[in-house]
């Protein structure tokens, strides 16, 4: 196990002892699923998935590899989409849910003229705003930190949508292990 697979097991662990919020029966799958808490909601955890195939496929479509800390996470965990400080991650499950746009697999595609400028111009997404704004959230890969690390930025979306532009609106974290780092304390 490397440095890094230990700080994204602290990181699982981390969110998995918060009280996360409850999901709906159709953005939580089965395979997450915890406890029902009430009618159609779900209490859910982030979990360990030994048949992570379709990552190396989105990496194949993107034709940008992921940094190699969320590499890390994506390749080991399956988990719905979920917040955390200015990030709605979007979730990674072997299930296709109801809430496309919320899946990793389908969520970067989802929006094609904000896939293609993202792409093109060299950014990777994986969430969006955690203020319910469409901005996407990704990796900066034309922007190589050290040993396969992006910062992570927020881009305007209206931006991409009207002048096919990319205005970064915030500078999150320099890396996603100093991201982990900031909001787990680590």
Known sequence: MTEVDKIIDKFVYFINSTEVEPGLENEIPPSL?????????????IKPYKRIDWIKGIEGKTKIPFPNSYTSFVNRYIFPSFDIGP?????????IIDFTLHEL???????????????NNGYLQFGRS?????????????????KGEFPIVQIDHEEILIHSKI???ENI???FIQFIEKYTGN
């Open 130 to 146: 955690s203020t319910g704004i469409y901005d996407p959230i990704c990796f900066q890969a034309s922007r190589v930190i050290n």
């Open 87 to 95: 990030i709605s991650f979007l979730g990674n499950t072997p299930e």
């Open 33 to 45: 699923r915890t406890e029902n808490v009430q009618g159609d909601w779900f209490k859910w955890k």
């Open 173 to 175: 974290a320099p890396t």
């Open 105 to 119: 697999r389908t969520g970067i595609f989802e929006d094609k003229i904000l896939s293609d400028v993202l792409l």
């Open 167 to 169: 205005k970064i609106v």
